[in-house]
């Protein structure tokens, strides 16, 4: 087993400043993404509750399916990150070609696919009548945009690894408000209804799409890099990304897992789950800017061959993880009592769910851990790992949550096993795995 060593005092510094210029602005551009959702829920919000309904169904599909498609950001900043590592910037960007090419394609299969199933979609999650109509319609105007969706997935990636975070940063904060122009002249000055929403937000996509284009293309030109995909770098970002795929389809399995047995304890548990996991949703955005800059640095760290300073930079990214989650658990364990409240009036949710935020703050450092280590083997290119070790944690998980599911439990008590079901015995294998990999010291050579 390798040691990760302690980094020198000289050394902390300057990691710090690198982890916080790449941490930050990425924390920024997550959060832009869900204002697009909060955006087009308030403005559709105020058409109607079918509307609403359809929409809200729509959503859930769309978003299913590109967050399951966030691999092609996530497979190649690792790959660009360690051509640069290495000195190579024609390698690198090429890298990066290859995998806006990759989007490119899938997002027009999914544009097609999802246009013609748009009605079977929404009529399996339960849609009938004006709310199955509402809801094709926004799934289909939705579609034109899949394509754009991914594109700028993977040309945010390919930022990553050039080790800039600033820019997607900007392109998002700019196309958040395009949409929110965009979406109210559609649905209230076209008339064009949650037909309009969707719209708009395709528009604004394809702008962000074009204006990650217009900085990419220049790009390759000074490199003399062609701007035709090259068959053997598509299929190598596929073959990673595949790997990536079923590791983010196990975390999902897992959240929808969760939902099912919260809503078989009854609406006030599952009334206060979903507060609690939306509070965990929040926190994990500030976690997942961390693991944005793991990925990015450690890539280009392995990419320069130095595995001493990428074993200080993990160990520093370890701390971080612990650090950050330290400070949010100590917040969310003073708010928990109150922070119902927020979301609710009814005072027998708020205590349930006051009960699982203790647990969630409780495991905040653990989360933290989680998340550090998560982008530390997804710079290092070890997909294939984060795969296998996602299947051996539902395998830990499911077990717990066929328990809560079984037991005859009062709504509060509920939450709680629920909650310590899934910091513990989820968040709590995943940690396992992922700080068994990386002292093992393998994941260096992974993805070489």
Not at 273 to 279: D, E, K, N, R, Y
């Amino acid at each position: 087993m390798t040691s990760l060593p302690k980094p020198t005092a000289p050394a902390e510094p300057r990691l710090g400043r690198a982890i916080l210029a790449l941490a930050v602005p990425a924390l920024g551009a997550l959060i832009a993404e869900p204002l697009f959702l909060v955006a087009d829920t308030a403005i559709i919000g105020h058409l109607g509750t079918g509307e609403l309904a359809g929409a809200g169904l729509g959503t859930t599909v769309l978003h299913t399916v590109v967050g399951l498609m966030v691999f092609l950001a996530y497979s190649t900043t690792p790959a660009v990150a360690r051509q640069l590592g290495a000195g190579r910037m024609d390698r690198a960007l090429a890298a990066g070609r290859d995998g806006v090419w990759l989007a490119l394609g899938l997002g027009l299969l999914l544009a097609v696919t999802g246009w013609v199933a748009a009605p079977a979609l929404a009529a399996s999650l339960g849609a009938t009548g004006p709310v199955l109509g509402f809801a094709t319609d926004f799934l289909r105007w939705s579609m034109p945009g899949v394509p754009a969706m991914l594109l700028v997935l993977a040309a945010t990636g390919v930022l990553r690894g050039l080790q800039d975070t600033r820019t997607p940063l900007l392109v998002a904060g700019i196309g958040f408000a395009v949409n929110i122009v965009l979406n109210f002249a559609l649905v209230y000055g076209a008339g064009l209804s949650v037909a309009g929403s969707a719209l708009g937000t395709s528009i604004a996509q394809w702008g962000m799409a074009a204006a990650y284009l217009w900085m990419l293309v220049p790009r390759l030109r000074r490199q003399g890099v062609r701007l035709g995909p090259r068959a053997r770098g598509v299929l190598a970002t596929g073959r990673v990304g595949s790997w990536l795929m079923l590791r983010t389809a196990s975390l999902r399995l897992a959240i929808l897992a969760t939902v099912w047995v919260a809503s078989a304890q009854g609406t006030l548990t599952l009334a206060a789950h979903q507060l609690v996991f939306t509070v965990f949703t929040f926190l994990a955005f500030a976690l997942d800017a961390l693991a944005i800059a793991a990925q990015a640095l450690i890539g280009r760290e392995l990419g320069a061959g130095d595995t001493d300073r990428t074993a200080r930079l993990t160990a520093t990214m370890m701390r971080w993880g612990l650090g950050v989650g330290v400070a949010a658990g100590v917040l969310l364990a003073v708010a928990a009592p109150f922070a119902g409240a927020l979301f609710t009036p009814d005072a027998e949710v708020q205590r349930a769910a006051a009960v699982g935020l203790w647990v969630l703050a409780a495991a905040q450092p653990l989360c933290g851990l989680v998340f550090v280590l998560d982008g530390v083997l997804i710079g290092a290119g070890d997909a294939r790992y984060l795969a296998l070790a996602g299947a051996a944690t539902l395998a830990v998980y499911l077990p717990l949550l066929w328990w809560v599911a079984a037991a005859p439990l009062p709504a509060a008590s509920a939450l709680l096993w629920l909650w310590v079901a899934f910091c513990a015995g989820f968040m709590g294998a995943r940690a396992g795995t992922l700080l068994w990999r990386v002292r093992s010291g393998r994941w260096m050579v992974a993805g070489a």
